[in-house]
């Protein structure tokens, strides 16, 4: 089971942190990631990592404003999201799947509950 929290509006150029807490399982045996959902659109993908945390990759309209990052003594995920802006407003889920980290929403078995960002210009 997957729970995300931390979302919340804001103004273009301001930062969020969203955290995903985890229970049920050894956290660290599974790749987690982030993915939005903009209003209208697909869900697309913003970023992963490895259980360990020691590999990540990101969407290119992320890279280098957003982190993931995790902490497997508390099961959790994280994802630092600075210089925000407008187009990054869309519900954010977490997610979770045994193995390598993966882009694709079809790899990932468990799913978070969504939270809400809106960036205003």
């Known amino acids: 089971q997957l729970q995300a929290s931390g979302g919340g509006s804001v103004q273009a150029g301001g930062s969020l942190r969203l955290s995903c807490a985890a229970s049920?399982?050894?956290?660290?045996?599974?790749?987690t990631a982030w993915f939005r959902q903009p209003p209208g659109k697909e869900r697309e993908f913003v970023a992963t990592?490895?259980?360990?945390?020691?590999?990540?990759s990101y969407a290119d309209p992320v890279k280098g404003r957003f982190t993931i990052s995790r902490d497997n003594a508390k099961n959790t995920v994280y994802l630092q999201m600075n210089s925000l802006k407008p187009e990054d407003t869309a519900v954010y889920y977490c997610?979770?799947?045994?193995?390598?980290?993966?882009?694709?929403?079809?790899?990932?078995?468990?799913w978070g509950q969504g939270t809400q960002v809106t960036v205003s210009s």
């Open positions: 049920g399982r050894t956290f660290s045996d599974y790749a």
């Open positions: 990592c490895s259980g360990s945390g020691g590999i990540s």
């Open positions: 997610a979770a799947a045994w193995g390598p980290p993966n882009t694709g929403t079809k790899y990932y078995h468990y």
